[in-house]
């Protein structure tokens, strides 16, 4: 992983949205691609149990293509760009090179910078999206809508109807293509999946490092979506031969690392950690929590998989023939268990990214002159995590963290 890529992709933290409109609280872009990226999940849920086939490799590079281009184009607004694709078409081709252009010296990994060329064109207009993922495309562009719409009710209890009357037309007019995906249906007629998402949201509001001041602030939502992108592109690098569906595994492990948080609230590491005991029991309790609260409003095609996601969400693991979750190596994961068929997750590299973010978090405050003793403190003691030389799911971790922050 390039130190300019990982910094150019936390830039996402500080590009605020919405900001010609009153605005109850930070409405973040990184939120909103972790926002959408759950809701892409739902739906895809069911649409996969109604024997719909989603390509989920394809919708995870699509969000992190996507937060590249809004990094790039965030001071051009979304219609402004959308009149230049309809209307001028030569300048929008244009202006689509000079953001790959951007990119190209920063992304390292030509497969990767390759794959974004051709979404950008697919994006473009000039190269069509493959038929096979019709219902995949469609899910993540029903994903998208939608994040919007949320976005919009959350801004209607503070702004006048007439401020916000033709952006929910429009809206409205944009997402009623989608209105036959049932989970879509579901979550506009408010049934349970839709409180699962207001959980969920939940983790929006909450900022990480809330006992300090800190720049950019960030809320666990967005962390969780940083975590879920450094994790796909650091095992591009340390392990390119995993299965697919440990690459989806690992993908939306991350991204649900947190998610007993929004019902637990966040639980700062010293305080975990305050005695030796106290980290286990924090994790009985966040169980019971999980299985009281959010369990009822999941699906029962779905619940069993958040819940592998969530429980020893930082340890190598696999699910075994008879069903049962077990504990495994990484050469172990590398070797009989990498296949499909045993669902492998890589938790230590999804614990590394976790790490990693927490590190940016608090590096990046620091630089910019924000600080104080949680903030070094907290940095230090994640450098000091792993030793030098030490290396962890394929990754000499310490080298890493060292190269970003130097």
Known sequence: MEKALALKIFESFSIQRWN??????????????????????????YAENS??????????????????????????????????????????TRLNEWVLKGYNPIIKDEELFSQFTIYTGMKAGSIPYPEELRDTIRIYHAAHKYSTMRELEMLAVVNEKERL????????????PYLDLEGLQKLITHQKIY????????????????QTPRVPATSVLGHCFYVAIMTMLMARESNPNMCRQRMINNYFSALFHDLPESV??????????????????????????VNKELVPLMEPFFVEEVLYYTNDEFADRIIDKNGNVKLVSW?????????????????????ICDHFSALMEADTSIKHGITSTHLTTG????????KTGEIVSGINVSEFFHKVIN
């Open 264 to 289: 637990t609230r966040d639980i700062i590491s010293p305080v975990k950690q305050a005695t030796d005991d106290l980290p286990g029991i924090v994790k009985k309790i966040e169980d019971e929590i």
């Open 379 to 386: 940095r230090d003691g994640i450098l000091k995590h792993y």
């Open 165 to 176: 009357l033709n952006i929910r037309i429009e809206l409205e007019t944009e997402i009623q």
């Open 20 to 45: 010609d409109l009153v605005r109850p609280f930070d409405l973040v872009e990184t939120d909103k691609a972790a926002e959408k990226m759950i809701l892409a999940y739902i739906i895809g849920k």
């Open 331 to 351: 050469e172990e994961l590398n070797t009989k268990y990498n296949s499909d068929e045993y669902q492998p997750v890589d938790g230590r590299l999804v614990r």
């Open 51 to 92: 024997g719909k086939k989603i390509d989920w490799i394809w919708m995870m590079y699509a969000s992190l293509f996507d937060l590249f281009r809004k990094i790039s184009l965030c001071d051009i607004k979304a219609p402004v760009q959308q009149l230049l694709k309809k209307e001028f078409k030569e300048e929008y």
């Open 195 to 210: 409180d699962f998402l207001l959980k969920i949201e939940q983790l929006r509001f909450q900022t990480r490092w809330n």
